[in-house]
């Protein structure tokens, strides 16, 4: 499949650090749809992970930011208008991290430092990223920035710990940014509530393999996978979804208005009928 959706558009990837990333599947849509992007990634990340081998697939220029730095931030940017020739027209934000998920420190034990930071990561980093590009003036009018969210920030997933927080903080500032870049200068802003997805992040996450298989019997078109994901994020970057932004939009086969499904009930009532 390829229409074309992104001919002509600049944009910045983060958040790709291997090839089960979603962002790693969102730079080889969008380049398969005519885009052009920079890279980035934390310069532990750039270290250890294979973003070079996706920037030579992709003829993508790879910069280094930590995402919770404003400098970092702002030379990204700055760079990104410089090689991609003009201001920006979409940027996907595909960022999350917390020690206290990593270590499985049990949520009523948390470490503030740790929990602060995953604020910091992968909530106000946005904001961050929002004010800096707002400041800067870097992105195009009706420019489309969209973000990766999980369902755990309306919903407890005993395990998911702070990132619930961090993840309600996200979306949050998807609408109150939303609203002040959209009056401003007309730039969308949405979060992408994504199914659980095998990837470095989601692994990360106690009893990981059991979330995923609950979502997958629960939703009645199955989990949505990280290359379906792209395909999403690139309907939001292309010029057919002008009008849509301060939204949260669920991509996950169902799974956020089922009660409970027939294959669930089924553990309990085998005998049960569909
Ligand atoms: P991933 O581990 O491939 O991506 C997370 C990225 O965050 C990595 O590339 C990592 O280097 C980057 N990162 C961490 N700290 C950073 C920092 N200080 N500066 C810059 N980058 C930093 O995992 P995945 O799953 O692709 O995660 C992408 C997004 O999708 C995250 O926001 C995650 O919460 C979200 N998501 C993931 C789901 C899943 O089940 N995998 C489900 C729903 C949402």
Redo the contacts with the bound molecule.
């Keep these: 499949m390829n229409h074309q959706l992104l001919k002509g558009k600049r944009g910045i990837i983060?958040?790709?650090?291997?090839e089960?990333?979603?962002?790693?599947e969102v730079a080889l849509k969008a380049q398969n749809e005519g885009a052009v992007f920079t890279l980035?990634?934390?310069p532990?990340?750039l270290r250890f992970?294979k973003i070079n081998e996706l920037a030579s697939a992709c003829n993508a220029m790879v910069i280094p930011?930590?995402?919770?730095s404003i400098k970092d931030i702002k030379i990204l940017l700055e760079k990104s208008v410089t090689i991609l020739g003009g201001k920006i027209d979409f940027i996907l934000?595909?960022?999350?991290?917390s020690r206290n998920v990593i270590k499985k420190r049990a949520y009523t034990n948390l470490n503030y430092d740790d929990f602060m930071q995953a604020i910091d990561?992968?909530a106000l980093?946005l904001h961050k990223l929002l004010q800096t590009a707002l400041e800067l003036d870097v992105i195009e009018e009706y420019g489309s920035v969209v973000?990766?969210?999980?369902i755990g920030a309306q919903r407890v997933f005993t395990t998911y710990g702070d990132?619930s927080q961090a993840?309600a903080m996200?979306e949050s500032i998807v609408r109150s940014f939303g609203y002040h870049y959209g009056i401003r200068k007309k730039v969308r802003i949405n979060s992408?509530?994504?199914?659980?997805?095998?990837?470095?992040?989601?692994?990360?996450?106690e009893g990981?393999d059991s979330?995923?298989h609950f979502a997958e019997k629960m939703s009645p078109l199955g989990n949505a996978n990280?290359r379906q994901c792209a395909e999403y994020c690139i309907t939001l970057f292309s010029d057919y979804t002008k009008m849509v932004t301060m939204q949260n939009l669920f991509h996950d086969g169902g799974f956020s208005s089922t009660g409970i499904s027939y294959e669930v009930l089924k553990r309990y009532r085998p005998e049960i009928d569909e």
């Excluded at 983060?14 to 291997?18: K, Y």
């Excluded at 934000?93 to 991290?97: F, N, P, T």
């Excluded at 992408?192 to 996450?205: D, E, Y």
């Design positions: 983060f958040g790709a650090l291997n089960s990333s979603i962002a790693w980035t990634n934390s532990i990340a992970g930011a930590d995402v919770t934000h595909s960022i999350g991290m990561i992968s980093s973000t990766l969210t999980y990132m993840k996200l992408i509530s994504q199914s659980p997805t095998i990837t470095t992040a989601g692994k990360g996450i990981f979330f995923y990280a």
